[in-house]
Structures are given as structure tokens and as C-alpha cells.
């Protein structure tokens, strides 16, 4: 089945600085979601991408969907405390008729004040 | 605020209990999700009802038992829990397919914390 694996596993960065990370599929994928869970707290959509090649922000976050259509990219810009949490990338399961969404594993982020 | 709440948000529960969690969507959403998230684990898809109508149960154990009686509510039913059964239950809804005939962005609720002593 669909699998999505995501790097680096965890970071640890000192505040200010800028934050890349990835996630990549072995097959295609039409949409990938980006997310961030907080400490507790249920997942929040914070990107959604449609089209290959498409670069999309919000605020100092910035996104993009692989040219290949198996991989995508989460960075944070001049990062602060509050970007701590669990990143996660998710896109949709091309295999099943119903709607069910499939998740990498996360990128845990901790932010050094 | 997503427009999904939850309740409670926390449970401490005996094995022998039975309680339900409680799922809320406010977003005119058709399908529903219900997912635990275990300590350093990925997210885990437990049921999914689209249009009130279960979907799949992903081989998940009789003890947990989905309900949806409508399009905005959802509640998971659980009795003789056990110890490893502890975890962040998550429930999530979306619109359905969307004109691209892709699934819609899921949204998620702020999960219920159980505890199962």
C-alpha cells in the first residue's frame, strides 16, 4: 500500500532560524496536506497542494508539491517558539473508493529560545 | 477552533468501564473519521463513516464500537478496555470528494485523552 516517510525524524534549532523538511512517497500522489500538532492537541491543516511544481504559503511557512509528484517540502522561515510541535504530511489514499487520507510519521521540532 | 470539538477531553477509565467519546462537527462535513495516537506512533485510522455509512473498520478490536447517527456526530463506544488501549483518540471530519474527485482536507478535533488503569 501508499507510505509516506518524512525527514528529518526530529530537529532541534535555535530561534531564528530557518527550518526544511520533507516528505517523499514510493508511488504518485494527486494532493499532499501538511499539518502541525501541538503538545496535546488534534492536528491543524496548515497547507493543502493540488497541482505538481505548485509553491504555496502561509504566513512564514512556505510549501511545495514535488515535480515528481512523490515528494513535498515544509519550510519555516525565521523560526519562533510556537512553531514547536509535530509536523506531519499527509495526501490521499489513491487505493481506496472512500475518502481516507494517509499520514507520514512526523517531524518532531523543537525550537531553542 | 476547527469547527470539530470533542468530549471529554480527558478519560480515566477502569477495564471494566464502559464510557463513550463524544464527536462534534460544525462544517456541514459528510464524512467523519476516527483515529488513536499512541505515544511515538503514527496516527492510526480506527473507522470512517461517510454519509453516516461505515466505510471501513481497520481491523480495530469489538471493545472500541463506532457510532454515527447523523452527518455532525459521532461517538466511540468502549467497554473491557485495556492498559494499551491508553492513547489520544482523534476524530476528524471532510467534505467528501471534492470536483477534482480527490478527498477533501481532513479536520481534526482537539482528542480525547484516555487513560485505562
Known amino acids: 500500500g501508499q507510505q509516506l516517510n518524512q525527514s528529518p525524524q526530529s530537529m532541534f534549532i535555535q530561534e531564528g532560524e530557518d527550518v526544511s523538511m520533507n516528505c517523499t512517497s514510493s508511488s504518485i500522489f494527486n494532493t499532499w496536506l501538511w499539518y502541525k500538532q501541538d503538545p496535546g492537541e488534534g492536528p491543524v491543516l496548515l497547507i493543502a497542494l493540488y497541482k505538481a511544481g505548485e509553491l504555496t504559503s502561509n504566513g512564514r511557512l512556505t510549501a511545495q508539491f514535488g515535480i515528481t509528484r512523490k515528494d513535498s517540502f515544509l519550510n519555516i522561515s525565521a523560526s519562533i517558539p510556537s512553531d514547536v510541535g509535530i509536523y506531519f504530511c499527509a495526501g490521499p489514499d489513491l487505493e481506496t473508493s472512500y475518502d481516507k487520507v494517509i499520514f507520514g510519521p512526523g517531524t518532531s521540532l523543537s525550537v531553542i529560545p | 477552533e476547527t469547527g470539530v470539538t470533542q468530549t471529554p477531553r480527558h478519560l480515566v477509565m477502569g477495564m471494566t468501564n464502559k464510557k463513550s467519546l463524544k464527536c462534534e462537527q460544525h462544517?456541514?462535513?459528510?464524512?467523519m473519521y476516527w483515529y488513536k495516537q499512541s505515544a511515538k506512533k503514527p496516527l492510526e485510522l480506527m473507522f470512517v463513516y461517510s454519509l453516516e455509512e461505515r466505510v471501513e473498520n481497520n481491523s480495530v478490536p469489538s471493545r472500541f464500537s463506532p457510532e454515527c447517527p447523523n452527518s455532525s456526530h459521532l461517538f466511540l463506544h468502549l467497554h473491557t478496555l485495556q492498559p494499551e488501549d491508553s492513547a489520544l483518540y482523534l476524530c476528524a471530519s471532510s467534505k467528501g470528494y471534492s470536483d477534482r474527485g480527490l478527498p477533501y482536507e481532513q479536520y481534526f478535533g482537539p482528542g480525547t485523552r484516555l487513560t485505562v488503569t
Open positions: 462544517l456541514g462535513h459528510n464524512a
